[in-house]
């Protein structure tokens, strides 16, 4: 768990927010909020609680903590790089871009609808990779940084 400031807390791809005293439940309220959809998840008289709660929906937390600092990383960078007042997401239009998210879902098992990449929306590709990440093992988000590393190159080589 990481704490993000007063009262909040990162955990398991969800901000734990403290909300004050609740007259009515005279308790203090807690809230969990998914970081991919934005919509409240659970709800509880205490942190402890909650983190409970959560991982009896999510299954036991993931013994490895740096999947899940690469998962939050991704994450994140996704979330940036999708802004609205950039034009940075067509740069996921690329092959190489592209197929990640495919192959890990396709590996999960997982029934997903394919993207015509050249008719995609912003939100569209946001929503794929941040499923394909959630879905991603270590190997995987190691090929994502590898994939990266490689944009990264090659787009400095052009300047």
């Known amino acids: 768990m990481k704490r993000l400031g007063t009262g909040k807390y990162l955990y398991r791809g969800h901000v734990l927010k ?7 439940d005279r308790a203090i309220a807690w809230e969990a909020i998914d970081l991919v959809s934005g919509q409240v998840v659970n709800r509880a008289t205490s942190r402890s609680a909650l983190k409970g709660l959560l991982d009896n929906e999510l299954g036991e937390p993931s013994a490895n903590p740096m999947l899940i600092k690469l998962r939050t990383r ?11 007042d950039k034009d940075t997401w067509t740069d996921l239009l690329n092959t190489n871009w592209s197929q990640w998210p495919g192959t890990i ?35 995987d988000l190691f090929k994502l940084d590898g994939l990266f590393c490689q944009h990264r190159f090659y787009k400095r080589l052009r300047k």
């Open 105 to 139: 879902l396709t590996k999960n098992k997982q029934q997903f609808t394919p993207i015509h990449w050249k008719n995609a929306t912003r939100d569209q590709v946001k929503s794929f990779f941040q499923s394909a990440i959630q879905l991603a093992d270590l190997e």
């Open 74 to 84: 991704w994450l994140r960078w996704i979330g940036s790089v999708c802004r609205p």
């Open 18 to 24: 403290n909300h004050g005293y609740y007259p009515p």
